[in-house]
């Protein structure tokens, strides 16, 4: 009536128009993939490398934000870490945020041994008196 049945018909270019209305979101998609998930990835590989290569004397932040040293890897799953002096707790690896040094073997000698001498020359002094007595 109103409407002639030519446009009505169309003009039989539905695959081209299908095309341009689905090209918008395949853009959106390649834009989130390069913008949001490919860097997300790299993260993740790159937390569980540094993850993997956790050794005795690495200076770690867990995601808690404590502060600590590894003492010893227990299992795969777990290191026990030093966060104060003499007090040693059992962590998740999963919950280390980051490694903040890793320790140079030649210093951590150089360190020991300087620890050892300031030890035994604090015990000297009741070397001397416990000699006396």
């Known amino acids: 009536m109103l409407i002639s049945p030519a446009y009505a018909q169309g003009t039989g270019l539905m695959d081209q128009s299908a095309l341009v209305q689905f ?9 989130f993939y390069f913008l949001l998930i490919r860097p997300q990835q790299k993260k993740q590989k790159d937390h569980r490398t540094m993850l993997d290569a956790l050794r005795r004397g690495d200076r770690i932040v867990t995601g808690g934000g404590i502060l600590g040293s590894v003492n010893r890897v ?7 870490v030093d966060i104060a002096s ?3 707790v059992r962590v998740l690896r999963s919950t280390i945020a980051s490694v903040l040094a890793k320790p140079d073997p030649a210093a951590a000698r150089d360190a020991a ?8 020359k604090e ?6 008196e416990a000699d006396k007595v």
Not at 74 to 80: M, R
């Open 74 to 80: 227990v299992s795969a799953d777990e290191v026990e």
């Open 86 to 88: 003499g007090v040693r």
């Open 123 to 128: 015990k000297e002094p009741a070397r001397r």
């Open 23 to 31: 090209l918008p979101l395949v853009l959106i998609f390649v834009v």
């Open 113 to 120: 041994k300087e620890r050892d001498r300031e030890t035994a």
